[in-house]
């Protein structure tokens, strides 16, 4: 290695980037750079993860909110109200996801986002592949209908005005039903700013590796408007690789700044040209995980905020020796009190493990046969809504 930076074998001789080789990105009248962009992912992406992630990086990335369901925001649903919400920090750019299959549902709560909560971009989810969301006809199953797809987006660019709309798929249902370069081409028919894919289908869950040859495809067939792939981004260094090798305009970052929201200051550092810091202690990383907690505390309350920092303890102290065996009693965690005395009795010396690098945080378990409703795939040429969900936003 030639620097204090940690790389795993598959990034050990990846150059660093040339002066001018990344550039910014475009997307309608904001400009992102480094071109860096967080997943939406329910539970996850909540105002409390978005402030540490933008502490870590300078604000210089686009933070998306985790998926608000329409519907349930439209109805003025107290927990979606709460998820949609966006901290004293991001005042600037306010950025979310909207899911939903019903283009006049979507259009007005696109109307209320823009209109009354000064949303600066909005973001549509045709990827999710949970069952309770393909059995609806919605999120990844929505683009095996053209028409219904193009109805929605341009429904909602045209209710969104000049704030930007961009669109976020997978490959498809499987390898036999892929949607994706009809989905890219719709985006950027029906007035999308940009288009990121998922390189995965949803049959493939978070299984296997992402085929960024797709994002190459997409990017050859997609030429007025920025294509941002994701899928594997665990390094700083493999996001330079996708750029490189897939020709995309961005890079959408998900599983691997889970317990990782230094991950964002890294990719800051090494799209521009820079070594980035030597990764965390486990000292210091015991001291972002009490922050989070602090934070997850002061948006949900004591009860709920503990409730969310248990999956959390695990990905933060994943990979590092002798830590495994304080999980149980992380996880069953209910006070701040009960946290900070567990937290303080763990060592804060380790160096951070090489092995932690592309450690699997989250939803690794396998494949599945993807729900769709009854009669979906044979009337792929309609663009009929079925009634949208009430809520399903993220816990």
């Not at 927990?79 to 006049?104: C, H, M, V, W």
């Not at 696109?110 to 949303?119: D, H, P």
């Not at 997978?170 to 950027?188: C, N």
């Not at 932690?356 to 040429?381: H, I, M, N, W, Y």
Request: net charge neutral; proline share 7%.
């Amino acid at each position: 290695m030639t620097s204090t930076a940690l790389r795993s074998e598959l990034n050990r001789d990846v150059p660093a980037a040339e002066p001018g080789e990344v550039r910014p990105l475009q997307i309608g009248p904001l400009e992102v750079f480094p071109p860096v962009v967080l997943a939406p992912m329910a539970g996850v992406t909540n105002a409390p993860f978005r402030t540490l992630c933008r502490r870590f990086s300078d604000d210089r990335c686009l933070y998306v909110s985790e998926m608000i369901t329409a519907r349930a925001f439209i109805e003025g649903h107290s927990r979606t109200l709460q998820l949609a919400s966006f901290g004293a920090d991001e005042q600037g750019l306010k950025s979310i996801q909207l899911y939903g299959s019903n283009p006049a549902t979507l259009a007005e709560a696109t109307r209320i986002l823009v209109a009354e909560w000064g949303v600066h971009h909005i973001d549509m989810n045709f990827g999710c592949p949970v069952r309770k969301v393909t059995g609806n006809g919605g999120g990844a199953a929505i683009p095996l209908k053209p028409r219904l797809l193009a109805k929605i987006v341009r429904s909602v660019v045209q209710s969104a005005g000049d704030v930007p709309v961009t669109i976020k798929f997978r490959k498809g249902i499987d390898e036999d039903l892929l949607t994706y370069l009809d989905a890219g081409h719709i985006g950027e028919t029906e007035g999308a700013k940009a288009v990121a894919l998922h390189a995965r289908t949803a049959a493939q869950l978070y299984a296997g590796e992402a085929d960024w040859n797709a994002i190459a495809t997409l990017k050859q067939h997609v030429k007025t408007i920025p294509v941002l792939g994701n899928g594997d981004v665990f390094e700083c260094w493999d996001a330079l690789r996708m750029l490189r090798q897939t020709g995309c305009d961005g890079v959408v970052v998900g599983r691997g700044c889970l317990g990782r929201p230094w991950l964002f200051g890294e990719l800051c550092a090494v799209l521009t040209g820079q070594e980035p810091a030597p990764p965390p202690g486990s000292g210091e990383v015991l001291d972002t995980l009490r922050e989070h907690a602090r934070l997850l505390v002061g948006f949900f309350g004591e009860k709920t905020g503990m409730l969310q920092i248990r999956k959390w303890t695990g990905w933060y102290l994943k990979g590092f020796p002798g830590m495994k065996r304080h999980l149980p009693a992380l996880h069953m965690v209910k006070t701040s009190a009960e946290l900070e005395a567990l937290l303080a009795a763990l060592p804060r010396d380790l160096p951070f493990p090489e092995v932690a690098l592309r450690a699997r945080r989250c939803k690794d378990g396998g494949t599945q046969q993807v729900s769709l409703p009854e009669g979906f795939l044979q009337a792929r040429d309609e663009d009929l809504v079925l009634d949208d969900p009430e809520h399903i936003d993220g816990g």
